[in-house]
């Protein structure tokens, strides 16, 4: 057949059109979700609300279905915050001390009224590694602990803690985990002075915004004056200085008074919703998704220096919500042969909430999902490349994604497993293909200059065009996807001397006692101890693991190689059997 020139300056001029409309919606939706009115779309602002209607507005107006029985959300609770009650105090016989006039509270603090003697325990550090232990030789049983913020020689180039580079020995959840390890009742913090520079102490009340989990005793900070009305004999500034000049503790019992401790304090939770939309099909389901929350005002991941400013996400993740609109504007103007899942999941930046909710109350039939592809931060390509995660969760997958990808002209790199810090993982949790698309990292990222103007969105039409094909591609596949589970370690790696290969649901209630399981690492020690998804970890090793807290704890102090007890509840029934940690990746 003969093609006339006409023709195919028409079918020219109409794609044209389309990526100019295309990056023209893209433009319209990320200037809307990453505008400073949207608060930084953080956890209970206003700006998320919106958000959420927005992108459900957008979807019924290109024709979608309400996926939760008609709705388009799918709302849920979740913890956020604290609340200071009126009983917050430290006082001894002649003193007393509350929230306007030296003391705070933690925000991880657990509630509770504590009498005792207190013991300075340094920088309250156990390091074997380092051959440095705060606790060596202090009777602590039924004390209150009093510690100093930071770790030896935090300024000091040549410090065995690593330099200036802080170990998670530093952070204020290990201290309050090894001081409960240790028998205390209870944690004092201290800023030591020689670090402190001339300003005048300030404790910052606990934040509304992050998602705290009680540590499992009270813990307080101090300032130092209170501390030295308590203690008036007691020479903090001396002690330091000793400890860091010799990169060795020095630990006692402080004389004088008993004190009485007081933390007072109510945890609290924020309704937030999943939005979804239905683009029906035959029984075979495609999940398309993106999270919309980002960090607010700066809350707990922010990497500015200072908190406050609106952080509007537009990349992270404006980007990848924008793109799976413009994605299911197409599939329903051409639709495919699957039913399409398109979902906006929430609480992604506290821990992969909104995604690991929708999988435990899926609105189809969970068993007909034969893959979800995640964009996450698919607003910054540069030197036109694309990374394409997952590649390894089908076997069909390299050659599937090449192909879809020669339309697009992206050079897409198809790689890796089904695991990271991103939405997709709650799905390869339940034996699920996944495919995550993203763009890289950048200077902007966590920060409040992650900006809609920095967004690159020719290329976010062609990341639309990869989308659209990769769902037409792998849906014209007639055979199920031959699923694979990696047993590779994830990519990356924390600071901590073990590895347990448990993976964590963040999703659970502060109530609940103990880490419950979404999954567990193929090959890891946890899987070699027999542990699953659903397990409730209750202990490691001597350490109480009410939280994901202790169990990071948990990982710093014990080493590679060592075989732990391990506790753990399955179907209401209490477990016990033991595990052999390896190296971290780091």
Known sequence: MKVSWTYLAVLALAASLWAANTENNLRRHVHYLA????????????????????????????????????????????????????????????????????????GFSSRGVVRGAVVFAGYAITAPEYEYDDFAGLETDGRIVLCMTGEPGEFD???????????????????????????????????GPIYAGTTAEVLKPPRSDEPYMDCGIPALRVTRAALSEFYPEFDLEAVQKFIDGN?????????????????????????????????????????????????????????????????????????????????????????TSPTVLVVAFTAEETGLGGSR????????????VRLMINL?????????????????????FPALVESAAQASGLDVTCKGDGYGPSDHMNFYLVDKPVLFLFSGAHEDYHRSTDDADKLNYPDMARVVTLTTDLVRTI????????????????????????????????????????????????????????????????????VTVNNIYDLTYALQIYAPGDTVTVEYVRTGEPHSTSAVLEHSIR
Not at 357 to 368: A, C, E, G, K
Not at 488 to 495: F, M, T
């Open 376 to 396: 996450d931060m698919v607003g910054r390509v540069r030197e036109n490349k694309l990374t394409v995660s997952g590649c390894k969760t089908a076997e069909e």
């Open 475 to 542: 849906g014209a596949v007639t055979p199920p996807l031959t699923f694979v589970k990696t047993t590779e370690p994830p990519q990356g790696g924390g600071r901590f001397r073990s590895a347990f290969g448990s993976i964590p649901d963040f999703s659970q209630p502060d109530s609940l006692l103990g880490m419950l399981l979404s999954g567990v690492r193929e090959g890891g020690p946890a899987a070699k101890a027999g542990l699953m998804r659903g397990d409730l970890l209750r202990r490691l090793g001597k």
């Open 157 to 191: 180039t040549a410090s065995v803690f690593e330099g200036v580079s802080y170990t998670t020995h530093a952070t204020l959840r290990a201290k309050a985990s090894n001081a409960r390890l240790h028998g205390a009742t209870a944690l004092l913090v201290v800023e």
């Open 35 to 106: 505008d400073d009115a949207r608060e930084g779309r953080g956890i209970g602002t206003k700006g998320l609300e919106e958000a959420a209607d927005y992108i459900a507005a957008e979807f019924r107006a290109i024709g979608l279905a309400g996926a939760f029985d008609g709705s388009f959300f799918q709302p849920f609770d979740m913890g956020w915050g604290v609340t200071l009650g009126a009983e917050n105090h430290l006082a001894s016989s002649s003193l007393a001390f509350d929230t306007s006039s030296g003391i705070m509270p933690l």
């Open 247 to 335: 990169t060795a503790p020095r630990s006692f019992e402080l004389k004088g008074d008993t004190l009485d401790l007081t933390v007072d304090l109510a945890r609290e939770s924020v309704p937030v919703r999943n939005v979804a939309g239905i683009i029906p099909g035959d029984s075979a389901v495609i999940v398309i998704g993106a999270h919309y929350d980002h960090l607010g005002y700066g809350q707990s991941g922010s990497l500015d220096e200072k908190s406050g400013s609106v952080h509007n996400g537009a990349d992270d993740n404006a980007s990848g919500v924008a793109s799976i609109i413009e994605t299911a504007r197409k599939l329903t103007e051409q639709p």
């Open 357 to 368: 909710y929708i999988v435990d109350h899926f609105p189809l039939d969970l068993d007909r």
